[in-house]
């Protein structure tokens, strides 16, 4: 159980990590933000015009009479929006990490430099519409997983009891499950660990993953708090990368409010740390 506290640490970890670094918070909220505006964008559109779209894709209900053609149709109208809305939850993160994927990789290795011992960082060498393409394709693979998994979910809700009980919580760490797996690409993906990997180390530390990832999915389920909390995720995940991979962890290397000098000169942001500072080794 001691892996739970260590997940929900390195979340909290993380946001304190961009807190401290005010440049790198802010540079990480661009992503969130563009994306949330596109979304916004869409589910306006969706709700616009969704009525027009359900009365051209029924044109056998044109000649039913009223009432029955104005509540089939509205049915559908609301129907659609709750799919778009439900799909926009569903891929926030994914495509959220895949539009700042160059503002997240920089977040990402900040912090490598910041708690390595050796103040250096793992790069992946690759150009960066390879990066991207990676990115998007195991996205892809991942939105299919988590599709089975919410389909199967959704069939069990019809239980009685457990479908009202269990079932909702099962959601609850799958969730966190797959998100966890999304923010953690960014640092492992950088370290060349294929998907098939990932996905092997994330189950060999379950109660790890769960600790970070399901009360951030439920924090996301609040609007507008996953574009704040997505800079500090992707810090606390590449802190959970590193614990996962089994490499060192010095706490409070580079506590200074501008990382950039801790970047520039790894070494200085080593050697200033303060003294009798503890370092952490999975």
């Known amino acids: 159980m001691r892996d739970l506290g260590v997940g929900f640490g390195y979340l909290l970890k993380g946001q304190r990590w961009v807190v401290r670094h005010g440049r790198q918070f802010g540079f990480g909220l661009?992503?969130?933000?563009?994306?949330?505006?596109?979304?916004?964008?869409?589910?306006?559109?969706?709700?616009?015009?969704?009525?027009?779209?359900?009365?051209?894709?029924?044109?056998?209900?044109?000649?039913?009479?009223?009432?029955?053609?104005?509540?089939?149709?509205?049915?559908?109208?609301?129907?659609?929006?709750?799919?778009?809305?439900?799909?926009?939850?569903?891929?926030?993160?994914?495509?959220?990490?895949?539009?700042?994927?160059?503002?997240?990789?920089?977040?990402?290795?900040?912090?490598?430099?910041?708690?390595?011992?050796?103040?250096?960082a793992p790069e992946s060498g690759l150009p960066l519409w390879r990066d991207l393409w990676i990115s998007a394709r195991d996205?892809?693979?991942?939105?299919?997983?988590?599709?089975?998994?919410?389909?199967?979910?959704?069939?069990?809700?019809?239980?009685?009891?457990?479908?009202?009980?269990?079932?909702?919580?099962?959601?609850?760490?799958?969730?966190?499950?797959?998100?966890?797996?999304?923010?953690?690409?960014?640092?492992?993906?950088?370290?060349?660990?294929?998907?098939?990997?990932?996905?092997?180390?994330?189950?060999?530390?379950k109660l790890l993953v769960w600790g970070f990832g399901t009360p951030l999915g439920l924090a996301f389920l609040v609007p507008f708090v996953a574009v704040f909390l997505m800079p500090g995720a992707v810090a606390g995940a590449t802190l959970l990368a590193r614990d996962l991979r089994g490499e060192e962890i010095t706490e409070g290397a580079a506590d200074a409010d501008d990382p950039d000098d801790a970047a520039h000169d790894p070494r200085a942001a080593h050697d200033t740390a303060a003294p009798g500072q503890t370092q952490v080794t999975s």
């Open 30 to 120: 661009l992503p969130g933000l563009i994306t949330l505006v596109l979304y916004a964008a869409a589910l306006v559109a969706l709700a616009v015009w969704g009525g027009d779209f359900v009365a051209w894709a029924t044109p056998f209900a044109d000649d039913w009479s009223s009432p029955w053609q104005g509540l089939f149709r509205g049915f559908l109208t609301a129907v659609l929006f709750a799919l778009g809305l439900l799909l926009a939850v569903l891929t926030f993160t994914a495509v959220t990490l895949l539009v700042g994927q160059p503002f997240y990789e920089s977040l990402s290795e900040t912090v490598d430099r910041d708690v390595s011992p050796d103040g250096t």
């Open 139 to 205: 996205s892809l693979r991942i939105l299919v997983r988590a599709a089975v998994w919410g389909v199967l979910l959704f069939a069990l809700g019809f239980l009685p009891v457990v479908g009202q009980t269990v079932v909702p919580v099962i959601g609850f760490f799958v969730t966190g499950f797959f998100l966890t797996e999304e923010l953690a690409a960014v640092a492992l993906q950088r370290r060349g660990v294929e998907l098939r990997e990932r996905l092997s180390l994330l189950r060999s530390r």
